[in-house]
């Protein structure tokens, strides 16, 4: 932002300071620890009066200083080289706060170089005494300069109270500084004997190379006790939320922290078996392997502790991609091109969109993300993002669950722009449908079935209870819902006071012709034992009903039902239909002769749009249905996110349904009691990557209701002047009126996922009213007061008391009619004549009962052979009458 | 687009910039001397090996001899200047350091294979024979390679205006090969280590500090020639750099600040007096006479980088947020470690008496 950034693809995401740092540690600790060894091993030597091990012990010296002052010296300025060219501002906001403590590294450098030089050269040549000294100075030194450094390096981790005063003190001796030096300076000792082995294995006395041998054995292995000390203070001095990233959340971290944990013992074991006498050949070889265990180990270690401080690169303080902390709510408001200098694009246009994209993902991305690299290649992330809706949506929830990325910083213009580069540049994807195509409303023939006024008898009204039954046919990897609709039928026995007939009646079901067998389209029934634990034969729903049979009577209902048809989108030609239309039929039940027969779409919809951001594209006909690849990658999200194997085990056949953990009223599964309830769960975790977004928007990328695409659930006429945010509030109010009820259920859970979402149809959080899903839920009363035309458009926040409230569950004010028997399924209330397969399939019986598009009873002739005076069935129901 | 707009905003400092400026200017005159012995330690080796008679080939050997340490201080000697140049100038080094990043990135590794190219040469000498030669070319070049992209990156620091090339070119190759001012810059970078270097090993033959079999009188007379060519070369070289300057530099120098003018009036005036007296052979005088010299041209320098920023930055322009007490923390560990580094050297000296009698 403040810098320009050098633009690397396939080095960059911190690949060349890995590099160098890795390098230089493995040398300049063994630079510390060196001194003791060196001055060790020539006092032994004096002491024993043993020429050939001080003959060792100068020519160790010789390795010591042409490995530690060229490659090491020099790779420590390589460091210091490339923080500055990676992270200028990092590098800047350091050496301007610990200068003096960095000058006074230097001295100790001077020192080092000065009394390694003169102990190497004048070896032999000066007194022993003072030779020891000279090297003591060394080896204090070298320590001295690994103790500065040290602060700098753990208080990038863990700032301590700087934060706060801003103190140079404070900051140096931070919370995980001493962990640290005792660790290092382990390693430090530890290294001796490593690199020792190297100059031992090319001494060709044999006895004088098993002493060393084994002396150095000795060096590598004792000093890891100060490592397991350090270590272990290390990591319990970490705080959350870093700790948790390193040993838990971080998906680059976990290997690495299995190459340290294999490493450190393997270490030392390699070490311990050099002390046995080897042939000499082996140990030439296997000296280097070891040094080559050390750096994995130690590389291991700095990988870890460098990923454990993301999203910062100074804990707390400033970001790894050089924005501080402190000026993100700015950049946030202004935008991030507008504040940065090095850019050309200040705003985004449609003409810079891609250009101003590349620039974000430079600025914003590239210090931690290579491009066809080897660290944290974005490719490989992005890769699913088939379309700029699901990439802005990722980058919309971005660190807001996962602690170790940064949020998106920049307005909304900025997010799409970085969407947009990413997709087409990136992924190489240029659709501007966005993997969804425009799908042309049809017109499907449908016949009407006859009513004549004059003479028939009866009138058979059916329905399915929800406008939209959703299935997702990801069988073979997970289920949500299983192919489950619940039709309704009531039959009147018109009259002057018609009634509602229950008794000596049999109502059959039948689906059109095509959808007769839907273990033929979906392969729910060859999992449905492990879905849902249950034994269904092919084609038989879970409460043992096919496509076709007979209705139950619900007593205190005063209706039939069929529950739980498991009906499916698909007819047998491969298309994709989800209002496919049953017949239902009332027959005498002992005579056979038939009452009544109507017609009531079905509905039932896979167009889930998981695919808009978990990739994979649509299995049917280019529209709907549930590829492999979505529903895995759905998995792996989940297994990511939440640690669990899902994919494990949808690979080994057996696949979850997500209510048999999460708790669902609808399907009626307890789940495990402390995880949310599966609506809270789904809503409040997607909200994250929903926000802020206008009308319906949110709700069409998942649900089947995009007014372009082959369903368009909601389909009333309130469709023409609202959208689902009217009743339901926008995607963070649905989701906050769920999570609210499961945080005061004591739910853990609730709290993560409701710290980032806004209250936007009402003031704050505090006013928003809790619900359970399924149960609680907006009424029609809300707005239509008294029965009355609405008065307002705004219905979210007033709940039902329980299901018996619910629009689908009530009857009128004689317990007689079921509400949707009238008036038509949720989200298809009549008048419904945008169906996107034709106007007329949603009315289907005012179209057979009353030769309009009108709730039934317009008029009320329809039943009552006698046209009432008063309104029995529920205040304002003589206002609309349309005569015939 | 406005060049100021670039400039990052710089952090602040915790006590005032004349502490920072008066540590860097020491340290770099430091580093300075010690590069200059190294890289003209360097060139006078090759020209004297390229001679190829007895002398001049014990003369690259002795040079040879002395040639790591000089690279090793060369390098700790830049810490110090590096880390004040940072705190004082950090928005502008970072800024052309990344401009130029695949060229400075690579200064580094070069490093080390110049410094183990010195190494193989100094312990190798007798065993690699004539060929040496080679390597003695393969690391001098890196040397004035390095120094070369070390030029560039002080020019481009104060070149704000330059900077947009950023925008068509932000893989980090660009170079500021189009200041004319680079060249007589860093030729007098170059021919200014041959003089120094010259002078260097006279004083190594003067003080007996030989190890090889070289003749002292030969080792002080070629020290000293070659200090007397480079100084003739190095004022010529000082007009040019002079003359090719932007003009509102060059008339900093020529009237526009008072400080500068007598600064250069006495650097060219040090410069004759260097060349004459090196003329006579006169070794300690002229090592004096130089002494003052560099203190004098590393001033002007930083008065040159001072001029070009002048429209963007100023030193008091930065921000003082007080925090004394690492500074002394360093002052105390700064004397500790000079009191170390004497203890060291009395000792080191000490025992070489010891063994020469």
Same mark, same amino acid.
């Given at each position: ?884 | ?86 705190? %004082?100038?950090? @928005? ?8 130029? #990043? +695949?060229?400075? !990135?690579?200064? $580094?590794?070069? &490093? ?106 030969? %080792?002080?007379? @070629? ?8 100084? #003739? +070369?190095?004022? !010529?070289?000082? $007009?040019?750099? &002079? ?115």
């Amino acid at each position: 932002m403040n810098y320009p950034v050098w633009e690397l693809t396939t080095y960059g995401g911190g690949f060349l300071i890995a590099l160098v740092a890795i390098v230089h540690v493995l040398v300049s600790h063994f630079a510390v620890g060196g001194g003791l060894y060196l001055i060790t091993l020539e006092k032994k030597a004096y002491k024993d009066e043993d020429a050939g091990l001080l003959e060792y012990v100068k020519k160790h010296s010789k390795f010591f200083l042409l490995v530690t002052m060229v490659f090491g010296g020099l790779t420590g300025v390589g460091i210091w080289w490339t923080i500055a060219l990676l992270n200028p501002a990092a590098t800047s906001s350091l050496i301007h706060t610990f200068v003096f403590g960095w000058a006074a590294e230097w001295v100790f450098f001077v020192g080092e170089i000065v009394a390694l030089f003169i102990y190497f050269y004048t070896f032999g040549k000066m007194d022993r005494k003072n030779h020891i000294i000279i090297g003591w100075i060394y080896f204090i030194c070298a320590w001295m300069s690994l103790f500065l450094i040290n602060g700098i390096i753990s208080y990038m981790l863990t700032p301590g109270a700087w934060i706060e005063n801003h103190n140079f003190w404070s900051g140096f001796f931070n919370p995980t500084f001493w962990p640290s030096l005792v660790f290092r300076t382990g390693i430090s000792l530890t290294l001796c004997g490593v690199f020792g082995f190297v100059t031992a294995a090319f001494l060709k006395n044999e006895e004088l190379r098993q002493k060393i041998m084994r002396t150095c054995a000795a060096w590598s292995g004792i000093p890891f006790i100060l490592m397991l000390i350090g270590g272990w203070w290390y990591f319990k001095a970490i705080p959350e939320p870093a700790i948790t990233i390193i040993l838990e959340k971080s998906p680059a971290i976990a290997d690495y922290l299995l190459l340290l944990t294999w490493a450190m013992p393997i270490l030392f074991i390699a070490s311990a078996l050099m002390a046995i006498r080897l042939p000499h050949s082996f140990q030439r070889v296997f000296s280097f392997v070891i040094v080559g265990i050390a750096l994995i180990y130690f590389g291991a270690f700095e990988f870890i502790r460098e990923a454990g401080r993301h999203p910062y690169i100074i804990y707390d303080y400033m970001y790894a991609n050089q924005v501080y902390v402190k000026d993100v709510p700015e950049v946030q408001k202004a935008g991030f091109l507008s504040t940065a200098k090095w850019t050309e694009h200040k705003q985004v246009t449609d003409e810079n969109l891609v250009a101003a994209g590349r620039d974000l993902f430079k600025f914003q991305c590239s210090a931690c993300h290579s491009v066809d690299g080897l660290l944290n290649d974005i490719k490989p992330l992005v890769a699913k993002y088939d379309n700029v809706f699901g990439m802005d949506s990722k980058l919309n929830g971005l660190g807001k669950l996962n602690r170790y990325m940064p949020h998106f910083m920049g307005t909304r213009e900025e997010r799409w722009a970085l969407a947009n580069y990413i997709v087409s540049d990136l992924n190489q994807i240029n659709d501007l449908n966005m993997g969804n195509p425009v799908v042309a409303a049809k017109k499907l023939p449908v016949i009407i079935p006859p009513f004549n006024k004059e003479t028939d008898e009866y009138v058979l009204l059916a329905w399915n209870n929800l406008g939209m039954h959703c299935i997702s046919d990801s069988d073979p990897f997970w289920i949500l819902l299983p192919p489950a609709n619940d039709i309704y039928a009531q039959l009147v026995k018109r009259g002057d006071s018609p009634e509602i007939i229950t008794e000596g009646v049999e109502i059959s079901y039948q689906v059109q012709d095509g959808f007769e067998y839907p273990e033929n389209q979906v392969r729910f029934w060859e999992f449905a034992d492990k879905l849902l634990g249950a034994n269904l034969a092919p084609g038989v729903g879970i409460d043992g009903l096919k496509v076709s049979g007979v209705m139950k009577l619900e007593e205190d209902l005063r209706a039939f039902t069929a529950p739980f048809v498991p009906v499916v989108p698909y007819p047998a030609d491969g298309s994709f239909n989800p209002y496919p239309i049953f017949t239902i039929t009332a027959k005498d039940k002992e005579t056979g002769k038939v009452l009544m027969t109507t017609k009531t779409v079905v509905p039932t919809s896979t167009e889930m749009g998981c695919k808009n951001c978990h990739g994979g594209g649509w299995r049917v006909d280019g529209v709907a249905g549930f590829t492999d690849e979505t529903s895995l990658d759905v998995l792996a999200a989940h297994d990511k996110n939440s640690g669990t194997n899902l994919v494990e085990r949808a690979k080994n056949g057996e696949p979850m349904l997500c209510q048999s953990c999460h708790a669902d009223p609808i399907l009626g599964t307890k789940g495990n009691p402390e995880l949310l309830n599966f609506p809270a769960a789904i809503h409040g975790w997607h909200a994250n990557f929903l926000t802020d977004r206008e009308g319906m928007q949110a709700c069409v990328a998942c649900h089947p209701s995009r007014p372009d695409g082959p369903t368009q659930c909601f389909r009333s006429h309130h469709s023409e002047f609202m959208d689902c945010t009217n009743c339901h509030g926008t995607m963070e109010d649905h989701s906050l009126s769920l999570l609210k009820k499961e945080q005061e259920a004591g739910k853990k859970g609730a709290a993560r996922l409701m710290e980032n979402l806004q209250a936007r149809t009402v003031d704050s959080v505090a006013d928003i009213n809790p619900r359970t899903p399924w149960v609680n839920e907006p009424d029609c009363l809300n707005c239509h007061v008294d029965f009355g035309m609405g008065e307002t458009t705004d219905a979210f926040n007033t709940w039902t008391e329980g299901a018996e409230g619910l629009y689908r569950n009530r009857h009128d004010q004689m317990e007689a009619m079921m509400c949707e028997a009238c008036h038509g399924s949720t989200h298809a209330v009549y008048p419904a004549t945008i169906n996107k397969l034709g106007a007329n399939r949603d009315s289907i019986q005012p179209l057979q009962y009353q030769g309009n598009n009108r709730p039934i009873g317009n008029d009320c002739t329809v039943c009552h052979t006698v046209q009432p005076e008063f309104e029995g069935h529920h205040p304002n129901s003589l206002r609309l009458q349309i005569s015939q | 687009m406005n060049p100021a707009a670039l400039i990052p905003t710089p952090d602040t400092i915790s006590v005032p910039w004349g502490w920072f400026y008066v540590l860097l200017m020491l340290t770099f005159l430091l580093h300075i001397m010690v590069m200059n012995a190294m890289l003209g330690g360097g060139i006078i080796a090759l020209f004297s090996a390229l001679r190829g008679d007895q002398q001049n080939t014990l003369l690259s050997k002795e040079i040879g001899y002395k040639w790591p340490y000089t690279i090793a201080f060369t390098v700790n000697m830049g810490v110090a200047p590096l880390l004040f140049v940072q705190v %004082l100038y950090g @928005q502008f080094i970072y800024s052309s350091s990344i401009l130029m #990043a +695949v060229w400075w !990135f690579s200064i $580094f590794g070069l &490093l080390i294979l110049a410094y183990y190219g010195a190494y193989i040469y100094d312990f190798k000498f007798e065993a690699l024979g004539n060929p040496r030669i080679f390597l003695l070319e393969f690391s001098v070049f890196i040397l004035l390679f390095i120094g070369f992209l070390f030029c560039n990156n002080m020019t481009l620091m104060l070149q704000p205006e330059k900077w947009q090339a950023y925008f068509s070119h932000g893989g980090g190759t660009l170079l500021n090969l189009s200041d004319a001012s680079l060249y007589p810059r860093y030729l007098h970078f170059v021919v200014g280590s041959v003089a120094v270097a010259g002078l260097f090993f006279a004083l190594v033959g003067h003080f007996r500090f030989t190890k090889s079999s070289v003749n002292r009188e030969f %080792l002080i007379n @070629q020290g000293m020639t070659y200090f007397t060519y480079a100084t #003739a +070369v190095q004022i !010529f070289i000082g $007009f040019w750099f &002079l003359l090719v300057l932007p003009k509102n530099v060059m008339m900093v120098f020529m009237g526009g600040s008072s400080l500068a003018t007598i600064s250069l009036l006495l650097g060219i005036l040090l410069g004759f007096t260097a060349l004459y007296v090196g003329y006579k052979k006169q070794v300690i005088l002229a090592s004096t006479i130089t002494l003052i010299t560099l203190i004098v041209m590393i001033f002007m320098r930083d008065l040159i980088r001072i001029a070009y920023l002048k429209p963007y930055f100023q030193l008091s322009d930065l921000v003082v947020v007080p925090e004394y007490s690492p500074l002394i923390f360093f002052l105390v560990v700064f004397a500790i470690g000079l009191a170390l580094i004497g203890y060291m050297l009395k000792l080191a000296f000490g025992c070489r008496k010891e063994v020469s009698k």
